[in-house]
């Protein structure tokens, strides 16, 4: 049994470190990871992990599509 799963919005989540936090300035931070993400996606993940067969599937713009095959 395979398991579907559809996301209508999926995400690009960013992960980002400063060194210190500096309240009412500018931070200056570092890019640690970007990941796909939403709710179908990670659900897609979660069962992978468990070895359960899956296929993600959604809607997503052209730009992001390379980064989404990529990932997931």
Known sequence: MA????????AIDVTL?????????????KLLSQSAAGKAINVSRALAAMNVPNTATGFIGTNEADFFFDRC
Do not use: F, K
């Open 3 to 10: 398991i579907i799963t559809v996301s209508l919005s999926p």
């Open 17 to 29: 470190a400063a060194d210190h936090l500096r309240i009412g300035s500018h931070q200056q931070v």
